[in-house]
């Protein structure tokens, strides 16, 4: 890796380990895991449940601390870059409050970081175009489908303008054809606000589709077997995942899943 | 139309029940009221009478059964009897009146009330400190138990007794009873209620950097509110028979509580009954108007549709 893009990393590994310590002993989640990710980037993490994803992404959020190696964020340590408002974060469940509307649900990390009302406001607006809800502010949470309910919530961690967008399977829950619509507004969405984006798949497809950078992972101990830097342009209409070169990607990306030994138990 | 149906049916049923029971209640009394008026009853001595069962009285004097819910002082009055006898005590007496159920009511409420309000804040209080401290919720929560365990029928003359050492008397002793039994559901739900958000959640006000109070006051008290109106409904309930419970060892002039000490000493039955439906209609209309507050609040929050 050459100077120029070390210094355009903003989320930078080195080593890291995380051993969790449970009562049938120690579970190695992560395990001398490297990587650089790179200003605008969008990179997926790829690979069989238990392999780590979702502790590395927590990582990043400092929701979990490393035993081992170094992990900055924009430079910082995670804790410092989560007080920096450095990154929104996207669960599996779309987690709205019941008893907010969605312009108040997308409201809350806006009160609880002290923005002015007519900021919020502002902000509400903006974001609500962004994932495509104009019109649906005034709309409780259960009079949404899925679909939608998982975009109010990544309006939600867009509201407060960070700019690392960390997913964890956001789309897991949906099916198909709603999620083929999500990916492709989201790529839209990540062209339009050139955020660095962390998103959590075990979908294929998915992770070439999206990304810039592909992490493959293994379990038992967590780590990462293969990055590859998808040759996909930045423009990528749905019937993409036609082409040679897609088709490539996907090989290269099931090979490294199966280099992981990761379906022999 | 169907459920009125089957509301009413069941109600036919509890009432003709009713009035079977009053027969072999009251055959004796009935019976020897009638010899008393010279008339011809079987067997005509009172001692054989006493050996015949029930039944077997009905049997030989069945003339005598329409008199069975007409007595005066039935062992156990008939519908008609408790509800002539509302009627006259609440529509037909001025409220003022002491002999106004209406006014008894009235002074059983507001120890209720009183009393409701105090264990509720108390709990919410205890709730919010167990949540929050696990000193609290090691220590409190135990003797928060053990407090349900002792009877209050044993408790309350003791409360009445030190209260009035202290020259407290009147509404206040009937009120702590009172939130002595509604503090601990309170407590229970809402523990439950401000720990009902999921580590997810929680996880989302951490990504934001919330602070303690922020999380409390976005998420755990807003989540806790359906499990608050739950322990609303048992504590209001609580509240009433521990105001009523309070009545009865001070030998109180007024209250529900005391019509039923007052009907039981001059062997007044219709008067015991009335008072336990007065005190039955009042909690059904307490956790009712709390049932419809509930709504009203859900649906306003988004949480009820
Ligand atoms: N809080 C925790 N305590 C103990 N073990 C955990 C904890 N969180 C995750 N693990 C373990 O760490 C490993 C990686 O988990 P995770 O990161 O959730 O995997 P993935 O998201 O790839 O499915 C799993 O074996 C899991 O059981
Ligand atoms: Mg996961």
């Not at chain 2, 009627?87 to 059983?108: C, D, E, G, P």
């Not at chain 2, 020259?167 to 002595?180: D, E, H, R, T, W």
Request: net charge positive.
């Amino acid at each position: 890796m050459n100077t120029e893009s070390r210094a355009a990393a903003v989320i930078e590994a080195n080593h890291l380990d995380l051993t969790f310590q449970t009562n049938d002993g120690p579970v190695h989640a992560l395990k001398d895991v490297n990587l650089a990710i790179n200003k605008g980037d969008f990179v997926s993490f790829i690979g069989p449940s238990g392999c780590g994803k979702t502790t590395f992404l927590r990582c990043i959020a400092a929701l979990e601390t490393p035993t081992g190696g170094s992990l900055t964020v924009n430079g910082m340590t995670p804790d410092e870059a989560r007080r920096n408002r450095a990154y929104g974060y996207v669960f599996q469940a779309a987690g709205l409050y019941p008893w907010r509307t969605i312009s108040k649900n997308i409201k809350l990390p806006l009160e609880i970081m002290g923005f002015s009302a007519s900021e919020q406001e502002e902000r509400v607006n903006k974001v609500l175009e962004l994932v495509d809800l104009e019109g649906f502010g005034g709309k409780f949470p259960w009079q949404l489908s899925g679909g939608m309910q998982q975009r109010a919530s990544i309006a939600r961690a867009l509201a407060f303008d960070a700019d690392i967008l960390l997913m964890d399977e956001p789309f897991g829950a949906l099916d198909e054809i709603v999620r083929d619509h999500l990916n492709e507004q989201l790529l839209a969405l990540w062209a339009r606000t050139e955020k660095t984006i962390g998103f959590v798949t075990h979908s294929i497809p998915e992770a070439v589709y999206l990304s810039t950078k592909i992490v493959v992972m293994s379990p038992r101990p967590g780590r990462i077997t293969d990055v590859i830097d998808s040759p996909l342009p930045k423009d990528r209409p749905l019937d993409i995942r036609d082409t040679p070169e897609f088709i490539e990607v996907a090989h290269r990306v099931r090979d490294g899943l199966r280099a992981g030994h990761s379906y022999d138990d | 139309m169907k459920q009125v149906i089957a509301v009413l049916t069941v109600l036919a049923a509890i009432v003709g029940l009713w009035y079977a029971a009053c027969v072999p209640m009251n055959i004796k009394g009935v019976l020897t009221e009638q010899e008393r008026a010279g008339a011809q009853v079987q067997p005509p001595s009172a001692k054989d009478r006493r050996d015949l069962g029930e039944f077997g009285l009905i049997a030989g004097n069945s003339f005598a059964i329409p008199a069975t819910w007409e007595q005066a002082r039935p062992r156990l009055p008939a519908p008609h009897q408790v509800a002539v006898e509302m009627w006259k005590t609440t529509v037909q007496k001025k409220i003022t009146s002491k002999r106004s159920l209406i006014y008894h009511a009235w002074v059983t409420l507001s120890a209720t009330m009183l009393g409701f309000v105090i264990g509720t804040g108390l709990g919410i209080l205890l709730a919010v400190g167990i949540v929050h401290s696990r000193v609290m919720d090691l220590s409190v929560m135990p003797w928060a138990i053990v407090s349900q365990t002792i009877p209050i029928i044993a408790l309350a003359p003791m409360i009445i007794v030190v209260l009035y050492s202290v020259g407290i008397q009147g509404i206040l002793p009937k009120a702590v009873i009172s939130a002595y039994l509604s503090f601990f559901p309170v407590v229970v739900g809402m523990v439950k209620g401000l720990r009902s958000p999921d580590a997810m959640q929680l996880d989302l006000l951490r990504t934001y950097s919330a602070n303690g109070s922020q999380r409390f006051w976005k998420l755990r008290l807003p989540a806790s509110m359906p499990y608050l109106f739950t322990s609303l409904k048992i504590g209001i309930a609580a509240s009433l028979v521990g105001a009523i419970v309070g009545e009865l060892p001070t030998g109180a002039v007024a209250g529900l509580g005391a019509r039923l000490l007052a009907g039981s000493y001059y062997g007044q039955t219709v008067q015991i009954w009335s008072a336990l439906f007065a005190a039955a209609l009042l909690a059904a209309c307490l956790v009712g108007l709390l049932g419809v507050i509930e709504r009203s609040v859900l649906k306003r929050m988004g949480m009820a549709q």
